[in-house]
């Protein structure tokens, strides 16, 4: 993944000097170039991205749900850990999206406006209360043909709860959805092979079209999102920490440091999962029976960094394309976002799938990924140590608030990580 992730940084630089050059001294020859050949690789590329949202959401989020074992044994360890983790990424949206609507990074703007407002007009959303109505389908399979990403939601976490309550029963099934699952990562990493090109092809497209603004923007949007990241990581988690948890942060920090590099290295939860396990128990006390539960989790539905990406992203393309997000709107972006945490699979490139999701919700184009996709390698590795972190945190405030738990470990069910 390293290796990929300098090709991307290098489809990057590549793309806004070839965007740049072709800008400024063949601005007649960009036109043809773009219509040819850098739109059709970015729309392929952007095509095979939505064509695993669906089956991403569906397949992950029944093993997110059944994971977590007999319902009736969960009790309040299991209670308080998704609550911490739901909680806190709801935390994480609403700074992002505050943030971003304070810093209007998307401002500036990348296209012309008029042109916008004449190719796309954003859908009336619906009300609060319809929205929550319409997250129960009526037909499960017309709302995966559809792409309503709520209702198929709903309906992954009911089969999933019924898996997880019929157990041995149904393992045959699980099991099945554990291939499925395998064969969906896989195809995803396949995709994040072609991201360079992609990259490359999206960012030429869009620097050349619009010139030094292109950089502009995205500069500031990667600004904001690592505020947001830091925000995060130093308020949210350092109040646990302090507060509810009564240890150090600064403790904290140094004796999960190794953990959090390795995240950063990685881009990927479910890959240092190990390292942030054998972390949290070996320098910060965390004990095995908390750690097995609550971080493999957490590397399940703990999704804060990404989350915080797709708040900051999904105001700034509204802003770019100059769209207002109405309360209502953002109300709806925000519990798509926590929803989905649940089924965004801890390895790198999942978060722009989600985000493809988020943005089809509220009306805006999808094809506004590639004004972000460029950076977004570089963010997914800040984030992904920010997740892990998280799942750390709440760790340390199970361990230090439930400390009877030990004794009632052999009613508790073993964890397997799915992410």
Same mark, same amino acid.
């Given at each position: 993944? $390293?290796?990929?992730?300098? $090709?991307?940084?290098?489809?990057?630089?590549?793309?806004?000097?070839?965007?740049?050059?072709?800008?400024?001294?063949?601005? !007649?020859?960009?036109? &043809? *170039?773009?219509?040819?050949?850098?739109?059709?690789?970015?729309?392929?590329?952007?095509?095979?991205? $939505?064509?695993?949202?669906?089956? %991403?959401?569906?397949?992950?989020?029944?093993?997110?749900?059944?994971?977590?074992?007999?319902?009736?044994?969960?009790?309040?360890?299991?209670?308080?850990?998704?609550?911490?983790?739901?909680?806190?990424?709801?935390?994480?949206?609403?700074?992002?999206?505050?943030?971003?609507?304070?810093?209007?990074?998307?401002? &500036?703007?990348?296209?012309?406006?008029? =042109?916008?407002?004449?190719?796309?007009?954003?859908? =009336?959303?619906?009300?609060?209360? =319809?929205?929550?109505?319409?997250?129960?389908?009526?037909?499960?399979?017309?709302?995966?043909?559809?792409?309503?990403?709520?209702?198929? %939601?709903?309906?992954?976490?009911?089969?999933?709860?019924?898996?997880?309550? /019929?157990?041995?029963?149904?393992?045959?099934?699980?099991?099945?959805?554990?291939?499925?699952?395998?064969?969906?990562?896989?195809?995803?990493?396949?995709?994040?092979?072609?991201?360079?090109?992609?990259?490359?092809?999206? %960012?030429?497209?869009?620097?050349?079209? *619009?010139?030094?603004?292109?950089?502009?923007?995205?500069?500031?949007?990667?600004? *904001? +999102?690592?505020?947001?990241?830091?925000?995060?990581?130093?308020?949210?988690?350092?109040?646990?920490?302090?507060?509810?948890?009564?240890?150090?942060?600064?403790?904290?920090?140094?004796?999960?440091?190794?953990?959090?590099? +390795? #995240?950063?290295?990685?881009?990927?939860?479910?890959?240092?999962?190990?390292?942030?396990?054998?972390?949290?128990?070996?320098?910060?006390?965390?004990?095995?029976?908390?750690?097995?539960?609550?971080?493999?989790?957490?590397?399940?539905?703990?999704?804060?960094?990404?989350?915080?990406? $797709?708040?900051?992203?999904?105001?700034?393309?509204?802003?770019?394309? #100059?769209?207002?997000?109405?309360?209502?709107?953002?109300?709806?972006?925000?519990?798509?976002?926590?929803?989905?945490?649940?089924?965004?699979?801890?390895?790198?490139?999942?978060?722009?799938?989600?985000?493809?999701? *988020?943005?089809?919700?509220?009306? /805006?184009?999808?094809?506004?990924?590639?004004?972000?996709?460029? +950076?977004?390698?570089?963010?997914?590795?800040?984030?992904?140590?920010?997740?892990?972190?998280?799942?750390?945190?709440?760790?340390?405030?199970?361990?230090?608030?439930?400390? !009877?738990? !030990?004794?009632?470990? !052999?009613?508790? &069910?073993?964890?397997?990580?799915?992410?």
């Amino acid at each position: 993944m $390293q290796n990929l992730t300098k $090709q991307i940084i290098i489809a990057l630089i590549l793309g806004i000097a070839v965007g740049l050059g072709m800008n400024f001294f063949l601005p !007649d020859l960009f036109g &043809p *170039v773009d219509q040819y050949v850098l739109s059709p690789i970015g729309d392929i590329f952007l095509r095979l991205i $939505q064509m695993m949202v669906v089956p %991403i959401v569906f397949v992950s989020i029944v093993l997110g749900t059944a994971g977590l074992g007999d319902p009736k044994k969960l009790g309040r360890i299991g209670g308080k850990t998704i609550g911490f983790f739901l909680l806190s990424t709801t935390v994480a949206l609403t700074i992002a999206m505050s943030l971003a609507l304070l810093v209007k990074p998307g401002t &500036p703007g990348l296209l012309d406006s008029v =042109e916008i407002e004449e190719e796309y007009q954003a859908e =009336e959303t619906p009300s609060v209360v =319809e929205t929550l109505v319409n997250i129960v389908p009526t037909n499960p399979i017309d709302a995966m043909a559809s792409g309503e990403m709520l209702q198929i %939601i709903f309906f992954s976490i009911f089969i999933g709860f019924a898996l997880a309550v /019929l157990s041995k029963k149904t393992d045959k099934i699980y099991h099945l959805f554990e291939q499925a699952f395998d064969l969906v990562m896989y195809l995803i990493k396949i995709i994040m092979y072609m991201a360079p090109l992609g990259a490359f092809a999206l %960012i030429a497209s869009a620097v050349g079209g *619009v010139g030094l603004e292109a950089i502009q923007s995205m500069f500031a949007y990667f600004l *904001v +999102v690592l505020a947001a990241l830091l925000i995060h990581a130093v308020i949210t988690y350092g109040s646990v920490i302090k507060f509810m948890a009564k240890k150090s942060p600064v403790w904290f920090i140094k004796n999960f440091a190794q953990a959090i590099s +390795v #995240a950063f290295g990685t881009a990927s939860s479910s890959a240092t999962l190990p390292v942030s396990m054998t972390t949290a128990q070996k320098r910060l006390g965390v004990r095995e029976s908390v750690s097995g539960f609550v971080q493999p989790v957490g590397a399940t539905i703990n999704m804060d960094g990404t989350a915080i990406m $797709q708040g900051v992203a999904t105001v700034f393309i509204a802003q770019v394309y #100059a769209q207002s997000l109405s309360l209502t709107e953002m109300l709806t972006v925000v519990l798509i976002a926590v929803l989905a945490s649940i089924g965004t699979a801890g390895v790198p490139g999942v978060g722009l799938i989600m985000l493809a999701m *988020v943005l089809d919700q509220v009306g /805006l184009p999808v094809e506004a990924i590639g004004l972000i996709l460029g +950076v977004d390698r570089l963010l997914d590795m800040a984030r992904t140590a920010v997740n892990i972190t998280g799942d750390a945190a709440c760790a340390l405030y199970i361990n230090e608030t439930e400390p !009877d738990l !030990d004794e009632e470990e !052999d009613d508790k &069910p073993s964890l397997n990580s799915n992410a």
